[in-house]
């Protein structure tokens, strides 16, 4: 059996329990199952490795802090198993993707409003309605506008499909349920960028002509419209929700703090923490999502992300980080219960945890390696990742 599924896994050593995962026991479509799948997102960790640790050392009635909450992996599934949860993100686009997945929703009205949005859309950018637009200034110069105000959409977007876009947004505040709309709208964005199949995580020029693509081996084409892939993650992001709100508890408490996890207030005790932090110039968390910062205007606040892709792997930066990661837990500390557990799981692979934990005062009670079998497309990979049991007091 499967060792997130086991009913037993308390009783046994957490470092005898299977955390190497084949990706024939493990699929995808299990690792993004319900809002797990919601939006694309880079550094997510596997809803089936936060399952256990939560399984293993917290109670339901307890309460768990995810400083990192990145796209919200332990807040959902800290709620199905009757668990409380804060997590704190520096990047607006990570919070709002996180609240969406956990909140409680009105099926029935959920469902009116996705598609009477994208009815909507449809009749609006239809020909005969364009004709319509022609003859209305005021719509025609607002559109034109914005479209000249922001240079990412002129830029990444082929003209139909920034219209289709900027129709949908232009919709959005009429909307009772419009972080949902927001997170369609998102993914619609990414998908409709003019970039090649094979670049869609880090696109570094727009394509307007037919190339070779690396990823389906033959000749694809330039994305020119947006509707197609609204209507795509209109069904699919409904479907998602829907199936949460079957697990979801609704008398657990969820919240999500758009904050510096290095200086950001709390409130109360945490019987613990479980995270997978930033580490070192690895990702760039905000420019991961940039459409949806420009197309929504979210707060850009990369300038204060911890281990940043721009400062690189230098020493310098490995320093920062160390002492980054040490403010982090002068912060957070003190909301945590003597006999809470911390676990970190992050790939140390310039080991600075060690000088990270005595330097914060805290104790390696465990490390655990566990193996990741990463099988996708042209980022095909096999590395070890570190799973850091932590207590107060050293
Ligand atoms: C590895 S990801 C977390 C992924 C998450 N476990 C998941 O499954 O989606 C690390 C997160 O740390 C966030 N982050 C970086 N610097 C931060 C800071 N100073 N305060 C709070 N969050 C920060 C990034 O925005 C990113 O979402």
Aim: glycine share 6%; hydrophobic share 35%; aromatic share 10%.
């Amino acid at each position: 059996m499967n060792s997130w599924a086991r009913s037993d896994l308390r009783e046994l050593d957490i470092e005898q329990i299977n955390l190497s995962w084949t990706e024939r026991e493990l699929p995808q479509r299990l690792r993004t199952k319900h809002v797990h799948g919601l939006h694309p997102y880079l550094g997510k960790f596997i809803p089936q490795l936060a399952e256990i640790f939560l399984r293993y050392y917290f109670k339901p009635g307890q309460r768990v802090l995810d400083p990192f909450v990145g796209s919200g992996t332990t807040l959902v599934e800290a709620n199905i198993l009757g668990i409380h949860s804060v997590g704190i993100d520096i990047s607006e686009f990570n919070c709002f993707l996180s609240r969406v997945k956990t909140a409680k929703y009105d099926l029935m009205l959920l469902r009116k409003e996705i598609f009477n949005i994208l009815e909507r859309v449809k009749q609006t950018v239809s020909p005969q309605f364009s004709l319509q637009l022609q003859l209305i200034p005021s719509i025609q110069e607002k559109t034109a506008e914005y479209i000249a105000a922001n240079e990412y959409l002129e830029r990444w977007y082929a003209p139909q499909a920034r219209l289709e876009l900027l129709t949908y947004r232009s919709l959005i505040p009429e909307y009772e349920y419009q972080d949902v709309l927001k997170v369609i709208l998102s993914r619609a964005a990414r998908s409709a960028r003019q970039v090649p199949h094979y670049e869609l995580d880090w696109p570094k020029e727009p394509v307007r002509e037919p190339y070779y693509c690396h990823k389906h081996k033959r000749i694809c084409y330039p994305v020119t419209e947006a509707l197609k892939f609204l209507e795509r993650y209109s069904y699919d992001v409904y479907r998602r929700i829907r199936a949460f709100q079957t697990i979801r508890k609704e008398e657990v408490e969820v919240r999500v703090i758009h904050g510096d996890a290095r200086t950001v207030p709390l409130e109360g005790q945490f019987d613990g923490i479980l995270t997978s932090p930033p580490y070192v110039g690895l990702i760039d968390y905000h420019e991961q999502h940039r459409y949806a910062y420009e197309l929504l205007g979210l707060k850009d606040l990369s300038h204060l992300e911890i281990g940043p892709l721009s400062e690189g792997q230098s020493e310098r930066a490995k320093a920062s980080y160390v002492q980054d990661m040490v403010e982090v837990f002068r912060n957070l500390l003190p909301y945590i219960r003597e006999s809470g557990v911390i676990i970190f799981i992050v790939n140390d692979k310039f080991g600075l945890y060690d000088e990270i934990i005595s330097t914060a005062g805290l104790r390696l009670e465990k490390r655990i390696t566990r193996q990741v079998n990463r099988r996708t497309g042209r980022r095909s990979s096999e590395f070890g990742e570190d799973i850091l049991i932590m207590r107060k007091g050293d």
